[in-house]
């Protein structure tokens, strides 16, 4: 329960003040600003700046000026401002103790705005702090520690250092709260290093300021704690930041006793209640009070402390001229049941059995009162609970109105965009259908005209090439032997036009070629060429386990690849042997060109063969490369685009 206690004071300590403060000149000149608007708008962003600097005015003005703000701002209509009015009523909530109505009036601020938006991103993070703090003052810490991460990582993505050192500050104390002194430092060094000298980041580092005080003091540094909480105490009376400067004198207080000046911790006390008696809230006051006597205890100050128990019980009437204008009434039965218990603990200690039994006599009496006295605020609370569930109730109403209204013109937007999302697929499909029928046509044109081309390729130059070697064989060789030759050439070259065109009509009259079909083709090829080469035989292995099928275009690319390596491989390799393998598997293929030849020399790399071979395979593809075999000579390998799991000999 104590660890929950410490974890949130030290929230209190850096997010914000959550009790009413005085009057102060910073305070006054935001309540001039008020009293000087003349329009609507002026008054709202008046009322806002109050309610924006809820530190340094009062709970009951700050009250007045969030529902002021936001009955102005449902008259503007203005989306930004509506939002920090709520924000403002948030924060009012927050103050009270309404921790539920905090994270009711929040939620949808923080729907309605995100953080990609630059107009919307500082409302955004208030709004999530507000949640954090909301979650902090229910000691729902992990979930308040949660938010604040959250609020880091976003706003470390825009750069955002003014909210990123008012958060880190926050998850350093927390550490504190833990008795982290080293973790936490390490999160306020962070803090301190985004701060500046503007006057936005005073509030900011005077609160680093005096949690590295607290850190070092609980590293028992009690030297390191002194000089910054100065430091804090320097920074928060300039910015008249009087509930955190009352909070850095109690902690000054602790480093005076843990140094051992007891009278230096004494004043910071005391100078500690001026400011509440300044402030005028009872509830800190109090509190303040029971450190101060309990410091006394401590310090084994008895007398000192019973005295000033005794001057706090004082009773009276404000306004009647007995009462000394110096006094502090304690007139509420809670107030002066504390101060009771600490008297009677005070007598215990010294001993002084008669006062200390009189004193249980009267706290007995005085928890009668509190007791029926409870029960009548009981019922107050329950009516005030009432009223502001009505009001809540009334805005949920106009909420759920305006919610109607926009699924109405959303159903009716969703429609027309339906029908318009409809009209667009039918266009697509139509658009769709004719690109598809005008593609038809267009294969069909093409293959039409590739027979026709492959029609006049046999009828016209096929007949020609066959009638120049008919005629060739009715010349009667001449004695000369350079006539012999040129008539042989002419005939070797006209077998070779007459091969190369039956190649190419074998490629293109039809539809498509199996890979069986093109294998069936090389073998053709190397009969014809195999009696110029008898002394190196070449095989052709055929591992197919599924048939592929090639376009046309393809097969004869394929095709001429081949015969490109194997009429390299014949010619200039040396090679004893010559191995054609043709594999396939599922839709993949492959086809090796290997030779046991000398290898293949670099610059042959840059024929125009070899070229042609790339240029092929690249049009087509394919991958093409060329490789030393295991032993000697090289391999050619041709494959489809994706590699196949096949083992090469």
Same mark, same amino acid.
């Given at each position: 329960?104590?660890?929950?206690t410490?974890?949130k004071?030290f929230?209190?300590?850096c997010c914000v003040?959550?009790?009413?403060l005085?009057q102060?000149?910073?305070?006054?000149?935001?309540?001039?600003?008020m009293?000087?608007?003349h329009?609507d708008?002026?008054k709202l962003?008046?009322?806002?700046a109050?309610?924006e600097?809820y530190r340094?005015?009062?709970r009951d003005t700050?009250?007045?000026?969030?529902?002021y703000?936001?009955?102005?701002?449902?008259?503007i209509?203005n989306?930004k401002?509506?939002?920090?009015?709520?924000?403002a009523?948030?924060?009012?909530?927050?103050?009270w103790?309404?921790?539920?109505s905090?994270?009711v009036t929040?939620t949808?601020?923080?729907?309605?705005n995100s953080?990609e938006?630059t107009?919307?991103?500082p409302?955004?993070f208030k709004?999530?702090?507000?949640?954090?703090?909301?979650?902090?003052?229910?000691?729902?810490?992990?979930?308040?520690l949660?938010?604040l991460?959250?609020?880091?990582?976003?706003a470390?993505?825009?750069?955002?250092?003014l909210?990123?050192?008012?958060?880190i500050?926050t998850i350093?104390s927390?550490?504190l709260?833990?008795?982290?002194?080293?973790?936490?430092?390490?999160?306020?060094?962070?803090?301190h290093?985004l701060?500046?000298d503007?006057?936005?980041?005073?509030?900011?580092?005077?609160?680093?300021f005096?949690?590295?005080?607290?850190?070092?003091?609980?590293?028992?540094?009690?030297d390191?704690?002194?000089?910054?909480?100065?430091k804090g105490?320097? *920074?928060? #009376?300039?910015? @008249?930041?009087?509930f955190?400067?009352?909070?850095?004198? =109690?902690? !000054?207080?602790? $480093?005076?006793?843990?140094?051992?000046?007891?009278?230096?911790?004494e004043?910071?006390?005391?100078?500690?209640?001026?400011l509440?008696?300044?402030?005028g809230?009872?509830?800190?006051?109090?509190g303040d009070?029971?450190?101060?006597?309990?410091f006394y205890i401590?310090t084994?100050?008895?007398?000192?402390?019973?005295?000033y128990?005794k001057?706090?019980l004082?009773?009276?009437?404000?306004?009647?001229s007995?009462?000394?204008?110096?006094?502090?009434?304690a007139n509420?039965?809670n107030?002066?049941?504390?101060?009771?218990?600490?008297?009677?603990k005070?007598?215990?200690?010294?001993?002084?059995n008669?006062?200390?039994?009189?004193?249980?006599?009267?706290?007995?009496a005085?928890?009668d009162?509190?007791?029926?006295?409870?029960?009548?605020?009981a019922?107050a609370? *329950?009516? #005030?609970?009432? @009223?502001?569930?009505?009001?809540?109730?009334?805005?949920? =109403?106009q !909420?759920?109105? $305006?919610?109607?209204?926009?699924?109405?013109?959303?159903?009716?937007l969703?429609?027309?965009l339906?029908i318009?999302?409809?009209?667009?697929?039918?266009?697509y499909?139509y658009?769709?259908?004719?690109?598809?029928?005008?593609?038809?046509?267009v294969?069909?044109?093409?293959?039409?005209?590739?027979?026709r081309?492959?029609?006049?390729?046999?009828d016209?130059?096929?007949?020609f090439?066959?009638?120049?070697?008919?005629?060739?064989d009715?010349?009667?060789?001449?004695?000369?032997?350079?006539?012999?030759t040129?008539?042989?050439e002419?005939r070797?070259?006209?077998?070779?036009?007459?091969?190369?065109?039956?190649d190419?009509?074998?490629?293109?009259?039809?539809?498509a070629?199996?890979?069986?079909?093109i294998?069936?083709?090389?073998?053709?090829?190397?009969?014809?060429?195999?009696?110029?080469y008898?002394d190196?035989?070449?095989?052709?292995?055929?591992?197919?386990e599924q048939?592929?099928?090639?376009?046309?275009a393809?097969?004869?690319?394929?095709f001429?690849i081949?015969q490109?390596?194997?009429?390299?491989a014949?010619?200039h390799?040396?090679?004893?042997?010559?191995?054609?393998?043709?594999?396939?598997?599922?839709?993949?293929?492959?086809?090796?060109?290997?030779?046991?030849?000398?290898?293949?020399?670099?610059?042959?790399?840059?024929g125009?063969?070899?070229?042609?071979?790339?240029?092929?395979?690249?049009?087509?593809?394919?991958?093409i490369r060329?490789?030393?075999?295991?032993?000697?000579?090289?391999q050619?390998?041709?494959?489809s685009?994706?590699?196949m799991?096949l083992?090469f000999?």
């Amino acid at each position: 329960m104590k660890k929950i206690t410490a974890l949130k004071c030290f929230f209190l300590v850096c997010c914000v003040a959550h009790t009413g403060l005085c009057q102060t000149n910073r305070a006054d000149s935001l309540l001039k600003k008020m009293y000087t608007a003349h329009t609507d708008r002026e008054k709202l962003e008046a009322a806002l700046a109050v309610c924006e600097d809820y530190r340094v005015v009062s709970r009951d003005t700050l009250d007045y000026y969030a529902f002021y703000a936001r009955s102005l701002a449902e008259k503007i209509n203005n989306k930004k401002l509506k939002d920090l009015a709520e924000l403002a009523v948030a924060a009012d909530y927050l103050r009270w103790g309404w921790m539920d109505s905090v994270q009711v009036t929040v939620t949808p601020v923080l729907e309605q705005n995100s953080k990609e938006n630059t107009n919307e991103r500082p409302v955004y993070f208030k709004a999530l702090r507000l949640k954090a703090m909301s979650y902090a003052m229910q000691s729902r810490f992990q979930e308040g520690l949660a938010v604040l991460y959250k609020i880091i990582n976003e706003a470390e993505a825009y750069k955002d250092t003014l909210t990123l050192s008012e958060n880190i500050n926050t998850i350093g104390s927390v550490e504190l709260g833990l008795n982290k002194p080293r973790e936490a430092l390490t999160w306020l060094s962070r803090a301190h290093s985004l701060t500046t000298d503007a006057p936005a980041y005073k509030d900011i580092k005077a609160a680093v300021f005096v949690n590295m005080a607290e850190a070092y003091l609980q590293m028992k540094k009690n030297d390191s704690a002194n000089i910054y909480i100065n430091k804090g105490i320097s *920074l928060f #009376t300039e910015t @008249e930041n009087l509930f955190n400067l009352a909070i850095a004198l =109690q902690k !000054q207080s602790a $480093i005076f006793i843990a140094s051992g000046h007891i009278d230096k911790a004494e004043n910071s006390l005391k100078e500690l209640i001026a400011l509440r008696k300044k402030g005028g809230d009872s509830a800190v006051f109090v509190g303040d009070n029971v450190n101060l006597v309990n410091f006394y205890i401590q310090t084994k100050q008895v007398d000192k402390a019973i005295d000033y128990c005794k001057a706090l019980l004082v009773i009276g009437d404000l306004h009647s001229s007995s009462t000394g204008s110096s006094l502090n009434l304690a007139n509420h039965i809670n107030i002066r049941l504390d101060y009771y218990e600490l008297l009677a603990k005070c007598y215990k200690i010294k001993g002084d059995n008669k006062q200390y039994m009189q004193t249980l006599e009267q706290i007995i009496a005085a928890k009668d009162s509190f007791y029926q006295y409870n029960s009548a605020q009981a019922i107050a609370e *329950l009516q #005030t609970k009432y @009223e502001v569930q009505r009001k809540e109730n009334t805005i949920i =109403q106009q !909420q759920l109105s $305006i919610i109607r209204k926009n699924n109405r013109f959303y159903t009716l937007l969703g429609v027309a965009l339906f029908i318009l999302l409809t009209l667009a697929v039918w266009f697509y499909g139509y658009r769709k259908k004719e690109k598809f029928i005008a593609a038809q046509s267009v294969a069909r044109a093409e293959e039409n005209e590739r027979k026709r081309i492959a029609t006049d390729l046999h009828d016209n130059l096929g007949a020609f090439a066959a009638s120049i070697i008919s005629n060739l064989d009715l010349i009667k060789p001449v004695a000369e032997s350079r006539s012999q030759t040129a008539i042989q050439e002419l005939r070797n070259n006209s077998q070779a036009m007459v091969a190369q065109i039956n190649d190419t009509i074998w490629a293109l009259k039809k539809d498509a070629l199996p890979l069986t079909s093109i294998s069936d083709r090389i073998k053709s090829f190397i009969q014809r060429i195999q009696a110029s080469y008898p002394d190196t035989p070449v095989n052709v292995v055929e591992r197919i386990e599924q048939d592929i099928t090639l376009s046309p275009a393809h097969a004869f690319h394929l095709f001429r690849i081949a015969q490109e390596a194997l009429n390299n491989a014949l010619r200039h390799s040396g090679a004893l042997e010559i191995m054609v393998i043709i594999q396939s598997s599922k839709d993949h293929w492959q086809m090796i060109i290997a030779d046991d030849g000398t290898g293949m020399p670099s610059q042959e790399a840059k024929g125009n063969g070899l070229q042609n071979m790339k240029e092929r395979a690249r049009e087509a593809g394919w991958l093409i490369r060329w490789k030393a075999g295991e032993a000697s000579g090289t391999q050619v390998i041709i494959s489809s685009a994706q590699e196949m799991g096949l083992s090469f000999f």
